[in-house]
């Protein structure tokens, strides 16, 4: 079992960043793959970005390449995403992700083993 917990969402105007926090516990925590996943009202979950359990392999979304950075901290159990150049239609609720395999974060939102609860990201224009 993995639990997540974020932090970090809030309101920023566009052109703006944020850093989103994830921290994982649980007996498999460490060696889990994780990323984070957003939804927009009206729309489906969607994949943001994903980090592998060793930290050497990443992925990314095309909406979000170049402007979203994924990072993991092992000693902490951490996953961070750094947003950067804000735009309006990243408003959403972002969901920290984890997953038993590398395939769990590879897009479709049924893979995810595991989800935390939430955090608010509005960028206003």
């Known amino acids: 079992q993995v639990q997540l917990v974020e932090s970090g969402g809030g309101l920023v105007q566009a052109g703006g960043s944020l850093r989103l926090s994830c921290a994982a516990s649980?007996?498999?925590?460490?060696?889990?793959?994780m990323g984070w996943f957003r939804q927009a009202p009206g729309k489906e979950r969607e994949f943001v970005a994903a980090?592998?359990?060793?930290?050497?392999?990443?992925n990314y979304a095309d909406s979000v390449k170049g402007r979203f950075t994924i990072a993991r901290d092992h000693a902490k159990n951490t996953v961070y995403l750094q947003m950067n150049s804000l735009k309006p239609e990243d408003t959403a609720v972002y969901y920290c992700?984890?997953?038993?395999?590398?395939?769990?974060?590879?897009?479709?939102?049924?893979?995810?083993?595991?989800w935390g609860q939430g955090t608010q990201v509005t960028v206003s224009s």
């Open positions: 649980g007996r498999t925590a460490s060696r889990a793959a």
């Open positions: 980090i592998s359990w060793t930290g050497g392999s990443t």
């Open positions: 992700a984890a997953g038993a395999t590398w395939g769990s974060l590879s897009g479709p939102s049924n893979l995810v083993d595991y």
